[in-house]
């Protein structure tokens, strides 16, 4: 299985809303990103998670929480967010503590489109 | 952290190849160059990486210039699948976590 699976596909939320991105992996991967990727824009990293232990945080407003409960599930807790945090958002993952050019590239899911009204 | 530089868009016709340049002339000597593809409403895949020789697998080529300041991905045969945005990325040597920094890409448009 070489999925990274992400729920909602699709979220609409008023900014006085909480609400959580839920990204999931079964390749045994033990590092996880999150991405943020307004339209016709590259992807932004938002955070990276290392055996469950946050390493980078790309300064990310404290609206934006996450959260990796065990090795295969990473969510992203959303909290009074503005409308041009509307944006797709992307969770990747890779095999993680391992040297460049050895099987290291990141796998994407299909992302979750948010709207802050 | 080294950039990329990619024109904004290229066109080409079905079943001809494509090259897909990109610049990174501030690469460090031990700095991946890894292409990911975005095709449209999905999340990027992975193309393929390397670091000094030019390699090859079943999705394309990666051409790499000898001092390493350019390198152009290349589709041998262009399918309308391949329409796409077109990644360059730098992946630094180390092992750990890394992050990549997407360059602006090169939206490649397959004309029938």
């Known amino acids: 299985d070489t999925e990274v699976t992400q729920t909602p596909k699709h979220l609409v939320m008023g900014m006085t809303n909480k609400k959580s991105l839920k990204c999931e992996q079964h390749m045994g991967h033990r590092a996880m990103y999150w991405y943020k990727q307004k339209a016709k824009k590259p992807p932004e990293l938002m955070f990276v998670y290392s055996y469950e232990k946050l390493s980078i945080n790309e300064s990310v407003p404290s609206r934006f929480s996450p959260e990796c409960p065990n090795s295969s599930l990473l969510n992203l807790h959303l909290h009074a967010l503005q409308p041009e945090d509307s944006a797709l958002y992307l969770c990747?993952?890779?095999?993680?503590?391992?040297?460049?050019?050895?099987?290291?590239?990141?796998?994407f899911g299909p992302g979750t489109r948010l709207t802050v009204l | 952290d080294a950039k990329t530089t990619q024109p904004n868009s290229m066109e080409s016709n079905e079943e001809e190849p494509v090259h897909l340049p990109c610049n990174h002339s501030?690469?460090?000597?031990?700095?991946?160059i890894h292409w990911y593809r975005q095709l449209p409403s999905q999340g990027p895949e992975y193309v393929i990486h390397g670091l000094t020789s030019n390699v090859n697998n079943r999705m394309a080529s990666l051409a790499i210039a000898e001092d390493r300041k350019s390198s152009t991905l290349i589709l041998h045969r262009a399918t309308l699948r391949d329409a796409a945005v077109y990644y360059c990325?730098?992946?630094?040597?180390?092992?750990?976590?890394?992050?990549?920094?997407f360059g602006t890409g090169t939206r490649l448009k397959v004309l029938a």
């Open positions: 990747a993952s890779s095999q993680g503590l391992v040297l460049a050019g050895v099987g290291d590239e990141q796998f």
């Open positions: 501030t690469i460090s000597g031990t700095d991946y």
């Open positions: 990325i730098l992946r630094p040597l180390t092992s750990g976590t890394y992050k990549y920094i």
